[in-house]
């Protein structure tokens, strides 16, 4: 019994060296990732633009005595006034949201241009899988070496091997 679960320890430690070993997202993922946040940040800018031109609109007096037409009031100015205060302060904070997606817009393209200059010099060299396999097909490295993932899932096996051989015998 306690073979068995020595040898399922073995197992899962040997498939979770195996699974940390995924290579890093390559620069065209990169690419596409920054073309992807590029697109999200326009569609904001739109919408904000939108509502900067709907503010200006709103804040124009005609369209402000408009809007408190309904509205009684023995002090209609100051009204106006708070009125023309409320939508300055929105349309003033719309457009420094504005100001920061352009500078994280400018950051991205930046990003973008560095992300596909990289993708560019990756794919004019040579892949690191072909050169292994060169080396696999010519015997300068041995097959059971490189379906081991670099041999030192091999060594963990045996050294676990060895390990449970011992204590086997100790007993």
Request: zero cysteines; glycine letters at 6%; a positive charge.
């Amino acid at each position: 019994m306690k073979l068995k679960s020595s040898l399922m320890l073995l197992f899962v430690l040997v498939l979770s060296v195996s699974i940390s070993a995924q290579e890093p997202t390559s620069a065209a993922d990169q690419v596409e990732k920054y073309k992807a946040q590029l697109l999200e940040l326009q569609g904001k800018e739109d919408v904000l633009r939108t509502r900067v031109a709907e503010l200006d609109e709103a804040i124009k007096p005609e369209n402000i005595e408009r809007s408190l037409a309904g509205v009684g009031s023995t002090r209609p100015e100051e009204l106006r006034e708070h009125r023309r205060r409320q939508l300055s302060i929105e349309r003033d904070g719309v457009l420094s949201q504005l100001q920061t997606i352009e500078i994280s817009r400018l950051r991205l393209e930046g990003a973008l241009a560095n992300a596909e200059a990289q993708a560019y010099q990756e794919s004019a060299r040579p892949r690191p899988t072909d050169s292994n396999q060169m080396m696999i097909a010519t015997g300068a490295i041995p097959m059971w070496f490189v379906f081991a993932d670099g041999g030192s899932v091999a060594l963990l096996v045996l050294g676990g091997g060895a390990l449970l051989y011992r204590r086997k015998r100790m007993r």
